[in-house]
């Protein structure tokens, strides 16, 4: 069993940064793959970005490549993600998830354990 609780989330102007943290409790954190959505009032979730459990593959969404960067901490159990640059469109509130299945960490649906959100506000 692995709970997970986002924080870091706020009031940005465009063009600031907000790094994002993900703490977990369990056992068994640092086997998961970890990734982090983000779901906009009346859109579906999105992925952004995930982490293999060794840190040693991580992947983005095409609209944050270059200005976000996700990293974990297995010690602390604790996963990041620090977001550059931020832009409007990325206001939403960001969830992290924890998944068994790296191959499908952009899918949603194969996440055992979600946390709670943090929002994310991007003012022009």
């Known amino acids: 069993q692995v709970q997970l609780v986002e924080s870091g989330g706020g009031l940005v102007q465009a063009g600031g940064s907000l790094r994002l943290s993900c703490a977990a409790s369990?056992?068994?954190?640092?086997?998961?793959?970890m990734g982090w959505f983000r779901q906009a009032p009346g859109k579906e979730r999105e992925f952004v970005s995930g982490?293999?459990?060794?840190?040693?593959?991580?992947e983005y969404t095409d609209s944050v490549e270059g200005r976000f960067t996700i990293s974990r901490d297995n010690a602390k159990k604790t996963v990041y993600l620090q977001m550059s640059s931020l832009k409007p469109e990325d206001t939403a509130v960001y969830y992290c998830?924890?998944?068994?299945?790296?191959?499908?960490?952009?899918?949603?649906?194969?996440?055992?354990?979600w946390g709670q959100g943090t929002q994310v506000t991007v003012s022009s």
């Open positions: 369990g056992r068994t954190f640092a086997s998961y793959a």
């Open positions: 998830g924890g998944t068994a299945y790296r191959n499908n960490w952009s899918d949603p649906s194969w996440y055992a354990y």
């Open positions: 982490i293999s459990w060794d840190s040693g593959s991580t």
